[in-house]
């Protein structure tokens, strides 16, 4: 493809290539495109790979050569969250459990040691800079995008397994980037489609959802992720990713962090929506974030161009000032540095490949209801399926049906939705055991009539619940997962049939 015409008249010198520096764009298909070969030759210091880059751990690997043939200290970035969030493992589910189950069991070595394992497998498929882990407290149980991503609703908690999470993953050599700074637990709007609002005085801000951050930045986090909500008690006017007060006067400032910033991805329309993307992006270098996510969806070699024209643009009007696009430019660099000269770190970590299932049996909360009864003989299972939010996305399976036809050979399942979704299930399961698998049954009222139906019917039905465990328990058993990661699916059925 022709590259897109450029206004600039002069080559890759310093500012173009601390604009391009600063961008960590993804990139569409499962090999290194020609135009990002180019671009690292220009000044590109960072890519990232989501889900549509991923078919195999080997691919992945083959992929990240590619790139490293062209910049040896290149940053590579992914979105890997483990448990529901996940890139590596997004055609199977992941490995391990989410921030949510690894609170639940509240062991920080337990956390350290899956995020030490995940950092070796990413490690050794040469990704280096992992956008995780959540610090937020899920003070919202109605929160729309953290839910099961974040540790729990206890700031202490959360502080503790956000500090343990950051050192086991840096153990292996991989960049950890605390988010979303700062903190977006207590919301009820998803920043992919609009601007969240935090209305809460600054004494409660302090108290609740600084300190993980304030714990992450103690145990050394390389980089921390702005998010895109809007904190009056901060800055009445502008989101955390565009605000100097947020990025630069607190983070800089106040808890003396002086590691790499990222924004959150800069497609969402909680910034490209209200601001713009281009503008967006020089407001948030402007504010004091050092690297740009921009890729979630499709970002291609012209979005690369234009940003990083928009950014140069911004220099030469006096927008932008000089020293602070060089100032991001070599926060990246430095990070790469330092994961290039810790890569060997990667080969002495041994493997421990079972830790995530152990984590996830140790997870469960069962609770046996009057009706409880050993599951023997095939069942079905019926899926109750809400609406995905974008960072989880649609391509991850999850459930237990996998796993409980393997254990109870004969059994069969369906996926059901609305507001007949009891009465549909009810006729599909034709007489059979029914096992009941919900997600967040607490946010979605059409869930719990589902279940108030089937529950009429059948006082025998199992239900698993694989979201945030606020509703009541009921069912026969009540089996809470605390999160929907594979390993979480295969620790519930295993609990089902053991009865």
Not at 234 to 257: I, K, N
Not at 448 to 458: M, T, V
Not at 461 to 470: A, I, K, L, S
Request: hydrophobic residues 45%; aromatic residues 4%; negative net charge.
């Amino acid at each position: 493809m022709t590259p897109p015409m450029t206004t600039l008249t002069t080559g890759p010198g310093t500012l173009t290539r601390d604009a391009l520096a600063v961008l960590q764009p993804g990139f569409d298909g499962t090999t290194a495109p020609d135009w990002v070969r180019r671009r690292l030759g220009e000044g590109l210091a960072s890519v990232a790979l989501f889900g549509r880059n991923v078919v195999t751990e080997k691919q992945v690997t083959a992929l990240t050569a590619q790139l490293r043939a062209e910049r040896d200290d290149l940053l590579v970035a992914i979105d890997e969250e483990s448990g529901d969030v996940t890139r590596l493992d997004v055609r199977t589910g992941s490995s391990f459990p989410g921030n949510h189950a690894l609170g639940a069991v509240d062991d920080p070595g337990l956390t350290r040691g899956v995020a030490r394992e995940l950092g070796r497998r990413l490690a050794a498929c040469g990704v280096n800079f992992d956008w995780a882990p959540s610090a937020d407290v899920n003070a919202d149980p109605d929160n729309p995008v953290i839910g099961v991503r974040a540790f729990g609703a206890d700031t202490a908690l959360v502080a503790r397994h956000t500090a343990a999470w950051v050192e086991g993953l840096q153990s292996t050599g991989v960049a950890a980037c605390t988010k979303h700074f700062p903190g977006h637990g207590d919301t009820n709007v998803d920043s992919h489609h609009a601007v969240p609002r935090i209305d809460v005085d600054a004494e409660t801000l302090y108290a609740r959802e600084l300190p993980p951050f304030r714990a992450a930045i103690a145990a050394g986090s390389r980089a921390v992720m702005s998010a895109h909500i809007l904190v009056p008690a901060l800055d009445p006017d502008r989101p955390g990713t565009l605000s100097r007060r947020v990025l630069t006067d607190l983070l800089r400032g106040e808890l003396g962090y002086q590691g790499l910033i990222v924004t959150d991805g800069m497609e969402m329309r909680a910034i490209s929506g209200t601001y713009g993307l281009e503008h967006g992006v020089v407001l948030a270098i402007a504010a004091g974030a050092d690297a740009i996510c921009v890729g979630g969806g499709l970002c291609d070699e012209a979005t690369v161009l234009n940003l990083r024209d928009a950014l140069v643009a911004a220099v030469r009007s006096g927008e932008l000032p000089e020293e602070r696009l060089a100032d991001a430019a070599s926060r990246v660099r430095e990070l790469a540095s330092w994961t290039a000269a810790a890569r060997e770190d990667a080969g002495t970590v041994g493997p421990e490949p079972e830790i995530g299932l152990v984590a996830a049996r140790r997870a469960l909360t069962v609770t046996r209801g009057a009706a409880a009864a050993p599951v023997t003989r095939p069942v079905f299972v019926a899926r109750f399926d809400p609406a995905p939010n974008i960072a989880v996305g649609d391509e991850t399976p999850w459930g237990v049906a996998a796993e409980l036809t393997r254990l109870l050979p004969g059994s069969a399942a369906g996926s059901f939705t609305g507001p007949e979704a009891g009465r549909e299930a009810l006729a599909a399961a034709a007489g059979r055991r029914v096992v009941a698998v919900v997600r967040d049954e607490h946010r979605h009222g059409w869930m719990g009539s589902a279940l108030d139906a089937l529950l009429a019917a059948r006082p025998d039905t199992v239900v698993v619940e694989m979201g945030v465990p606020q509703a009541p328990p009921r069912g026969a058993a009540h089996i809470a997962t605390h999160g929907a990661a594979r390993v979480c699916g295969v620790a519930a059925a295993e609990a089902v049939v053991a009865g």
